[in-house]
């Protein structure tokens, strides 16, 4: 019987439209089955080389999910056999082009009853993200049978010098040819075919149970505890400043503050916190932080 996929993404840099190609190979090869792959524009674009106030100015809208108008799009088919999202986090969310694709009624219409699979490129931290993503998507009562996390592997400071190189020039190389290029390396963005592989199995057998399992032996998605540390308390936080930055009527102000609270905390106040839950309750709360780490590399939602 032939396959109908969707595959509906959003990207600025042409990272996540990358990661979509490679991913999907393994699925066209496959007989009689069509994959569709639309890429979505916000009707009022977003600048990519970002400048510093305008990336800030993204976190208020990205947290509180305010949806933009998106450029017309259309779906070839009605009903899908599999769908797939591409998306990646900003400020710990799911991007405001990608919030207002799963806001969409359209693109809800076509997840309704539908398996999907998530897949993400992003710096390091996508579980807020994912998160709510899975809300969203079970509000338009589709079936989350898949996750793919890919992320920067470098370590989380020299990620941190490296995104915002690229976000603010434009530029995915070595700064000052010292630093390692940024993003999802491209052997990574290659090797997410090998996923593909594994969906298409399932596909075959129009199985979904035990995909995200298997997808987990493949390291498809990789819960590091201090990031999984760091991103829980930062949620909140960053939920209390977004409600206050859209109240006020001081946000350019407030948006600069925002800017710096974020590199203290992620530089000074980070450390020192991870430094003493280290020494005082993570070696006390091991069952309880295996648990967590099984519940966000898994996609069923609390
Ligand atoms: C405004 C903004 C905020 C971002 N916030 C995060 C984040 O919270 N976590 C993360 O891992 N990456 C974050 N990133 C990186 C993106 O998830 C993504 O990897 C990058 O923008 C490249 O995606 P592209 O395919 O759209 O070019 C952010 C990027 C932007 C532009």
Redesign the pocket.
């Known amino acids: 019987m032939s396959k109908k996929i969707l595959a509906v993404y959003?990207?600025?840099?042409?990272?996540?439209?990358d990661?979509i190609d490679h991913f999907t190979k393994p699925l066209e090869s496959f007989p009689d089955t069509v994959v569709e792959k639309v890429r979505i524009y916000p009707a009022k674009p977003?600048p990519?080389p970002?400048t510093s106030p305008l990336?800030?100015n993204?976190?208020p809208e990205?947290v509180d999910g305010v949806p933009t108008a998106l450029e017309p799009f259309t779906f070839k088919e009605a009903q899908y056999d599999l769908i797939i999202l591409g998306y990646?986090?900003?400020?710990?969310?799911p991007?405001i082009p990608a919030g207002s694709l799963l806001r969409h009624l359209s693109f809800k219409a076509v997840l309704n009853n539908t398996p999907v699979v998530t897949i993400?490129?992003?710096?390091?931290?996508?579980i807020?993200?994912q998160e709510k993503v899975k809300n969203l998507l079970k509000e338009a009562g589709a079936n989350l049978v898949g996750n793919i996390a890919l992320?920067?592997r470098h370590n989380n400071y020299t990620s941190l010098v490296t995104?915002l190189y690229?976000?603010l020039t434009g530029k995915k190389d070595r700064k000052w040819g010292l630093f390692p290029k940024p993003?999802?390396s491209d052997e990574d963005i290659v090797n997410s075919a090998i996923f593909g592989e594994t969906v298409k199995m399932h596909l075959q057998k129009n199985e979904w149970s035990g995909l995200q399992t298997r997808l987990q032996e493949q390291h498809a998605v990789n819960v590091r505890y201090s990031l999984m540390f760091i991103e829980r308390k930062a949620g909140r936080i960053f939920t209390i400043w977004s409600k206050i930055i859209n109240k006020s009527k001081k946000r350019s102000a407030l948006l600069v503050a925002f800017k710096y609270y974020l590199l203290i905390a992620l530089c000074i106040a980070a450390p020192i916190i991870l430094l003493v839950d280290a020494i005082f309750f993570k070696p006390f709360l091991g069952k309880r932080i295996k648990k967590q780490k099984e519940y966000y590399a898994g996609v069923t939602l609390k």
């Open positions: 959003f990207t600025q840099s042409g990272q996540l439209g990661i977003f990519f970002w990336f800030f993204a976190m990205s990646q986090p900003w400020f710990l969310s991007s993400s490129g992003c710096r390091n931290m996508w807020n993200a992320v920067d995104i690229w976000m993003g999802v």
